[in-house]
């Protein structure tokens, strides 16, 4: 825990069982911090793809959790950071329906109405960071 009274947690990941962990980490983070289940499912349904797409787009990588406060509401922040190829197209990968690997291309665009505030950060080689935001 920081001098702030904040705190963070990290889990790797590299495999379906990883994905299936950080599903859990944030159901613990959402549940101590009093969201509801509805608002904690979709927390976990939200990590479930950006995860997803962290070890089969990314090459795998890191989720962070930490404490957030906004406006005096708590809450916590979710970062899925890898340093794979990067979103090519970041625009059209927002959208729904895209997917360079045959998938259903349903994955950002879900997350990103699955949590308060959502952001990419990708560079072409640089990797990606996707930010997502819960306060209650
Ligand atoms: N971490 C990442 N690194 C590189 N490319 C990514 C990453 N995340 C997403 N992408 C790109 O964005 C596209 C859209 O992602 P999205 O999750 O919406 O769909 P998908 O993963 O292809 O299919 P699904 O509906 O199964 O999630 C991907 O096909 C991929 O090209
Ligand atoms: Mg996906």
Redesign the pocket.
Known sequence: MGNDGSFRESISLHSDRDVSRARVLVAQWASQQGFSVVERTRAMTAVS?IS???V???GGGTMYVSTLYNNGSPGFRIQIV?Q?????NLEL?MGRG????G???????GARKLCRAFRVE?NAGAG?T?TLDYWR
């Open positions: 793809e997803r797409n962290c089969i787009h990314g890898d794979g190829p990067g979103i090519e990968s895209y997917s360079t690997r998938g259903l291309g349903l994955g950002l665009d990708s990606t996707v």
